[in-house]
């Protein structure tokens, strides 16, 4: 039973002091960023981020982001071999991007999976700017969510699932963005998307060229080489069978779903198609509302006991990217365009 701090109404950087004294003495926290929610432990010492990989249930080969609250800590754990990443540090930090730089020794393989790269962000969350700067060390953290199941956005979905896992929950309210950083990697310099984000193809190019593989909306085998080793795995997945269905007609998709949808299932749609369908609830009209609400929605639809759940595609034009690419993996590559 983990120990429980509630910041949803008021807050000040003095009630962090126990829960930093927590990522000192090696274990577990549970904090908000302003993407979703991670799994906290000091980055710097070895066997509490081997607990984080415990908890999650997480294969060992998949690497954790540091968090640091300052350049200075930056400094301290990786080395910036290309401009343009300092470019892109400048222009984005604090904020939702990750950047994988060339490690320093000091960084315990646990925390790179034996890589010698280290993924580095900047939370934007007062709350979890505070946590890091008081604990004065980078904190590991992945998201908040067993392997494989959807990250959590608010504490009240991933309580059941976390709270004998950790040592110390801070509840922060409902995240702001609702999906994890985009994470990048700069090579030859040219910026490559490992993991779409909230910051978008279009907001990277103003500092570069950029590419986008092909995993981020297909099928990744568990012997590729990609450059993100998370994305081999299975992800952001409800319990219950999952179809995505998209088409640029609306006629078409309206019709499609229509086909597919069973009396025991759920539509999950933009809110001005609701009335189309038997039984639809709505992730929002706007990306930046379906991104907020999407990871929530998919937890919860998982308790309705439904026998399928039909979810409508977005275009995949900025913040689009990013939803397209969780939403994919949450259906399991049933994807149907049409
Ligand atoms: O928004 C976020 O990024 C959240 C919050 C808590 O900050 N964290 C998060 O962590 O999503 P996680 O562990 O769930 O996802 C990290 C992703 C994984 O896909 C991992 O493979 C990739 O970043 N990654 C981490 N370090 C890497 C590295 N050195 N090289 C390539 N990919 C890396
Ligand atoms: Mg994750």
Redesign the pocket.
Known sequence: MAKYLNLTNEYNKVSLKEAASYINNGKLVLFP?E????IGADGLNEQAVKNIFIAKGRASD????L?ISSIEMLDNIANITDPLEEELIKAFFPG?L?I?LQRKSIVPNAV?AN?D???I?M?ENKIAHDLIELANTPIA???ANISGRP?GTNISDIFDELNDKVDYIIDGGETKVGL??T?V?VINHEIHI??PGKITYDDLSKYGKVIIPEHILSEVNKNDVV?????KYRHYAPKTKCILVYSENKTNLIKKIQELETNNTLVITNSNNLKNFKNAISYGTTLEEISHNIFKLLRSADKGHYELIIIEGVKTEGLGLAIMNRLIRACSHNYLKV
Do not use: D
Request: zero cysteines; hydrophobic letters at 30%; glycine letters at 8%.
């Open positions: 960023t993407t979703v929610y991670g998949n690497p954790l982001i968090h939702p990750t994988v790179t890589l790269t280290v993924g962000r939370p953290a992945p998201s990250s994890e950083s994470v990697r490992l993991r450059l993100s080793p998370g994305m």
